[in-house]
DNA sequence: CTGAAAGCGCTTACAG
DNA sequence: CTGAAAGCGCTTACAG
């Protein structure tokens, strides 16, 4: 028997419970004024006919889908932030199934601009309100807001609408607070010319208030910048190696440049962590499994998809109001690759 | 201006463009029998409003959404999986909105059964076809077929469903060869007990069939089972050191377990690849930064997803027949870690 | 080739 | 507390 377009409507359920059909839209949405016992006989009709109301009848009537669009980058190139990108599905989805709520997927196709995936869902017209994973960059977010649709960023955003992001900053503190703690003294920043600029300097604020609270200040020629690749923390290590002095630690803005990093010290013979400290940020996957295995910055993904969930749904029913950001903490995770300074 | 709920509708356009609605309708849909001077005046009429069509409205008038749902194991411990996972995602996601549907997500809740996602989709009755990740259990996909959605598995199954899976058979096979050819002979096989029973009974044929091409037979002895894990690798690897003659290879059914084994062999001591060689499944994300690097056997996660969305489109729009399980080739990728086998 | 009618399955005021 | 009416924005036969 196929059930999914049995015509198990409203009618059938309000001819079997002997009310009208308005009765039975009123019991399922929970209206007052419905005496106990015809509720009861409704409920009883429902269960009996195995009843389920349609998604799509419901939306057109009350102008509203309960449906919240996830707009991601295409997966195709993710690499090391797959792990990230699908603890925010998977946190996302929590967040909005637990209010009943649906998740549409929304990422660009490759043959088109990131903007595509806005668009599409714009010119579908069937979610309520959208989430916006921050990498999708901000023009996308702009279209949404004009078209009316409320919308909350998971990462960071100068636009002005809600967002949940990391608390990048004390991240990065405590990292440097680790190094620093470790008698480290030359120690070296690899960050990032691309993208993701408000997480690059919620970090470097981080790391110069660890600085300022050892009596120090941060030397710019302890600073080189990459692209996030392992390439580019490879490149990094390389020129920092040059210095007269070079460092005794690096501290890396992603795991994928430290590894970089980890793996041109080896490749010199540099023993990690006896005689240099290495530690990156974002605390993927492979962190643990590296050798020796990376001391990281984690950042809670799940919580920030489930987060930004709940709170774009407050929004939809009108029982939030669009406020400040909410920074999640994150968590230094110390494992072998950081260890005390070499005496000299 | 708020262009979401703009009560732009048919009518409106059909005011402008001075046709009446059914007509706008009409170009909408390119039916047949619309002349090409009103066709024009229409569409012209439709983009001077920036008019969307309701999608609520015509599901409901047809019946059908353009959604397709998409069920998945909740992230929270993904882990590796992660990125096998979050390729599908994205494929299936080109699949579906190069086809012009939209894909709607869901995993279980934390708090209920693998069976909840399953049942929250039937409930809902807003998609037209589901595609259900192998990974989720064949119960779900009964309760599917059951209530009359047309299902595609994306990986193996042994239901009479569609489905598009990896070549395992041939992937075992070509590792295997692999590590023949470089003439180890006691090849260690690490299996696992759960899960994936289909994909571990063809990845366990493509080594018999590699040992039988160079005329051996599977020895019993060097077949130990884990369960997915690190520390099953490590365990497996354990008892079959302990043998008189250990094996000179290990060839593991997921990146995990070789991890495990790596780990193992260096503990004890072992070089690999000069002693042992060792080999993968899945090649994840870490398997190239390992040390050594791992080989192992690349499936194509995200083609998966796409040939799977394309696959339900076409039953859906009546295009095809549901067919035999399509099988996308694997393929083998050397590193570091496998070398030819130590002259005794 | 185009218009008028009926209906998809709900919700939302409006009476009583 | 409950029913009858109107409408959400489309599609689908049915006339002409």
Redesign the interface.
Known sequence: ??????SITMRTVAQRAGVSYQTVSRVINDAAGVAPETRTRVLAAMRELGY??????R??AR?R?E?VG?VLP???E???A??H???V???V??GV??NDY??????P??SETELSAFR?L?????VDGVLVEASMGEEGVKLLV????PVTVIGHTALDVPSVCPDDESGAYVAMQHLLALGHRRIAIVTSGEGQGLAVRARMAGCERALADAGLTLDQGLVATGNWSIASGRAAAEGLLDREQPPTAYFCFNDSMA?GVLQLLRERGIDVPREVSVAGFDD???AP???PPLTSVRVFS?EQGERAARTLIGILRGMTRPGAPVVLPSQLVVRGSTAPAHPR
Chains 1, 2 share one sequence.
């Open positions: 028997m196929n059930q999914k377009d049995s389920r109301p349609s998604l799509a009848a939306s057109l102008n889908s449906i996830l295409s997966s195709v993710a690499g090391f797959s792990a990108l699908l603890q599905v998977g946190g989805d929590r199934s637990d649906t998740t549409l997927l929304s990422s196709k490759e599409r714009i010119r579908q017209r069937t004009e078209a009316g649709y590894i993927t996957p492979p499994l590296l050798t799940a």
